[in-house]
């Protein structure tokens, strides 16, 4: 299954629920937003008990608003995905596995996230 959001996770709650095991989980990846990070694109990558997050630039919206770029200069596979206010911010992780709890493991990911979106 496919997870979407428009919030960011909150940092302490993410890396509390990625610290253990997901049951039924074999692998996941997609694009994460983390509050301690607001600006950072992050990837999250889990195969088996290996999990990694690794930053992969900036969130194109912030490199507009700091005015590095210009919104046409936006990929048409990354404007495809704009919403705002939060332009390309988001969470977007496939999860694949055998017998996912995927109700369990969908309200585990928004317990994850901010209670709203502040802006950054």
Known sequence: FVYRARLPFRAEAFNRLFARPLPG???AKGFCWIDD?????????ISGNIMRRKILGQWWIDRIERGECERSDVPDLIEAHWEEPQGDRRQELVFIGTELEEEKLR???DGCLADHYWGV
């Open 25 to 27: 989980v074999i692998r």
């Open 37 to 45: 990070c607001p600006r950072d694109a992050s990837l999250l990558s």
């Open 107 to 109: 309200k585990d990911l």
